[in-house]
């Protein structure tokens, strides 16, 4: 098993101190270092340009699939497009060893950027529902797939220090939870073999440069979407009594999902219940026949999961009763797609957690926190019964001096999916491939 020493101290003074037996794996982290910096300059950062300046939705991503495809082959894998809808899988063979999967996630989201960056999306797409959106890479995704790219040029120029095959997965659609399932129901593992272990990486806006993070256990919450159709019967704005007014009890409705997790959960167990979307009428003096709304369901196990999901729908039906609907207009609760918790196998995480402090600096990682209930659907890639070891480490996107003028009063630092979403893309993509490249070297070292 190779080893990298770099002491944190060493690294702040520019120096570096050479620790016994780990003099030659230094050096050689050292030129990764200096060899993804020289590339990005050069190829990546015009890759990392493009994918942002043209994102794609979901199970849209043909366009950015057949880039990734095109630079993965140039990089010498054996490619195959078209897996689980727009997914690509990069395969590149070295000896016995083990499998490893790494993934990253390329759509964009339906979201006008407002960054105010020069390079920002202004491109516009029509999605699945046959609507125009502007499209942005709201949560950084674009980096992810320029990181791959550095990744599999790099292991593919360096196959002397690593023996294995790795199988790249270039994913659609994670932002709706789906396409991680897409591509297992598409035979994921009966075609190109089951991994040995699987790694991916997310970057995060409140995570700064240089810092990796990962948890010994849960890393993202379960999430799940569901629609609720409130029907109504419509009548004149001037007449409500005539009527069942469906904005009314679907605005009570919103209103009594907020008592699930303060009254419903116990208050030692995290739980989120947004609703993100009303739609409902189309004039002032009109009380419609029908509201809608889209509702994100998160929680951290799978029974306040399932408790949740079913508390949702017994307040909303019976709030529909209580406002008198007939029993032929019940309100419909309708379950979409959705992902278990991610969850980092702990053996495996103690393990990467310690190469991720001895490969970039013992102050480069960071110990985790959830700060929020985001989701991954990463999971069906690792789902227990498969019995495959995952890892999934957050890189620092934002720079120590934005989050330094942020914390004294400067303008605060956009979250994910949010239109000023902006994160520091060169530090993100080079740490984020040197990384995944320290991970793949520990878990498939040379004889």
């Given at each position: 098993?190779r080893?990298f020493?770099?002491?944190?101290?060493?690294?702040?003074?520019g120096?570096v101190?050479?620790?016994?037996?780990?003099?030659?794996?230094?050096?050689?982290?050292?030129a990764?270092?200096k060899?993804?910096?020289a590339?990005y300059?050069?190829?990546?950062?015009p890759?990392?340009?493009?994918f942002?300046?043209?994102?794609?939705?979901?199970?849209?991503?043909k366009?950015?699939?057949?880039?990734?495809?095109?630079?993965?082959r140039k990089?010498?894998?054996?490619?195959?497009e078209g897996?689980?809808g727009t997914?690509?899988v990069?395969?590149?063979r070295?000896?016995?060893?083990?499998l490893?999967?790494?993934?990253?996630?390329?759509?964009?989201?339906?979201?006008e950027?407002?960054?105010?960056l020069?390079?920002?999306?202004k491109?516009?797409?029509?999605g699945e529902?046959?609507?125009e959106?502007?499209?942005?890479?709201?949560?950084?995704h674009?980096?992810h797939?320029?990181?791959?790219?550095?990744t599999?040029?790099?292991l593919?120029?360096?196959?002397?220090?690593?023996?294995?095959?790795?199988?790249?997965?270039v994913?659609?659609?994670?932002?709706?939870?789906?396409?991680?399932?897409a591509?297992?129901?598409?035979g994921?593992?009966?075609r190109?073999?089951?991994?040995?272990?699987?790694?991916?990486?997310h970057v995060?806006a409140?995570?700064?440069?240089?810092k990796?993070?990962a948890?010994?256990?849960i890393?993202?919450?379960?999430s799940?979407?569901l629609?609720?159709?409130?029907?109504?019967?419509?009548?004149h704005?001037?007449?409500?009594h005539?009527g069942?007014?469906?904005?009314?009890?679907?605005?009570?409705i919103?209103?009594?999902?907020q008592?699930i997790d303060?009254r419903?959960?116990s208050?030692t167990k995290?739980?989120?219940?947004?609703?993100?979307?009303?739609?409902?009428g189309?004039k002032?003096?009109i009380?419609?026949?029908?509201?809608k709304?889209?509702?994100?369901?998160r929680?951290?196990d799978?029974e306040t999961?399932?408790?949740?999901i079913?508390t949702v729908e017994r307040?909303?039906v019976n709030?529909?009763?209580?406002?008198?609907?007939?029993d032929?207009?019940?309100v419909e609760?309708?379950?979409?797609s959705?992902?278990?918790?991610?969850?980092?196998?702990?053996?495996?995480?103690?393990?990467l957690?310690?190469?991720?402090s001895?490969?970039?600096?013992?102050a480069a990682?960071?110990p985790f926190e959830?700060?929020?209930?985001?989701?991954?659907d990463?999971?069906?890639?690792v789902a227990?019964?498969?019995g495959i070891p995952?890892?999934?480490?957050?890189?620092?996107?934002?720079?120590?001096?934005?989050?330094?003028?942020?914390?004294?009063?400067?303008?605060p630092?956009?979250?994910?999916h949010?239109?000023?979403f902006?994160?520091?893309?060169?530090e993100?993509?080079?740490?984020?491939?040197?990384?995944?490249?320290?991970?793949?070297?520990?878990l498939?070292?040379?004889?």
């Amino acid at each position: 098993m190779r080893r990298f020493h770099l002491a944190a101290s060493a690294l702040a003074l520019g120096s570096v101190a050479l620790l016994g037996t780990a003099q030659p794996a230094l050096a050689e982290d050292l030129a990764t270092k200096k060899a993804i910096e020289a590339e990005y300059d050069s190829s990546l950062a015009p890759l990392f340009l493009d994918f942002h300046q043209h994102p794609e939705m979901g199970f849209l991503e043909k366009r950015t699939a057949g880039i990734m495809a095109a630079e993965l082959r140039k990089a010498g894998l054996e490619v195959t497009e078209g897996v689980g809808g727009t997914g690509v899988v990069g395969m590149l063979r070295n000896g016995k060893g083990p499998l490893i999967l790494i993934r990253a996630d390329m759509d964009g989201l339906p979201v006008e950027e407002k960054s105010g960056l020069a390079y920002a999306s202004k491109d516009k797409q029509v999605g699945e529902d046959g609507k125009e959106y502007p499209v942005m890479h709201a949560c950084g995704h674009d980096t992810h797939i320029t990181a791959m790219i550095a990744t599999a040029r790099r292991l593919a120029a360096t196959r002397s220090a690593w023996r294995g095959t790795l199988m790249f997965i270039v994913q659609p659609a994670e932002e709706g939870v789906r396409g991680a399932k897409a591509m297992m129901e598409d035979g994921l593992y009966k075609r190109f073999g089951k991994p040995d272990y699987a790694l991916a990486f997310h970057v995060a806006a409140e995570l700064e440069t240089g810092k990796v993070s990962a948890s010994e256990g849960i890393q993202y919450s379960s999430s799940d979407s569901l629609d609720i159709r409130v029907p109504g019967i419509g009548t004149h704005g001037a007449a409500p009594h005539l009527g069942r007014d469906p904005v009314y009890i679907a605005s009570q409705i919103v209103t009594a999902l907020q008592s699930i997790d303060s009254r419903e959960i116990s208050p030692t167990k995290p739980v989120v219940v947004t609703v993100g979307s009303f739609h409902a009428g189309t004039k002032h003096n009109i009380i419609s026949d029908e509201a809608k709304l889209q509702v994100t369901v998160r929680a951290n196990d799978e029974e306040t999961r399932e408790q949740v999901i079913a508390t949702v729908e017994r307040i909303a039906v019976n709030i529909g009763k209580a406002h008198g609907l007939p029993d032929n207009l019940p309100v419909e609760v309708k379950r979409l797609s959705g992902t278990p918790t991610t969850n980092n196998d702990p053996a495996l995480a103690r393990r990467l957690n310690a190469v991720m402090s001895r490969e970039l600096g013992a102050a480069a990682f960071q110990p985790f926190e959830q700060k929020n209930m985001g989701a991954e659907d990463f999971t069906y890639f690792v789902a227990p019964d498969l019995g495959i070891p995952g890892y999934y480490f957050a890189v620092g996107g934002t720079t120590p001096e934005r989050l330094a003028a942020a914390k004294a009063g400067g303008p605060p630092i956009a979250g994910h999916h949010s239109p000023l979403f902006q994160i520091a893309p060169r530090e993100s993509i080079v740490l984020g491939a040197r990384a995944m490249i320290a991970a793949v070297m520990d878990l498939a070292p040379a004889k």
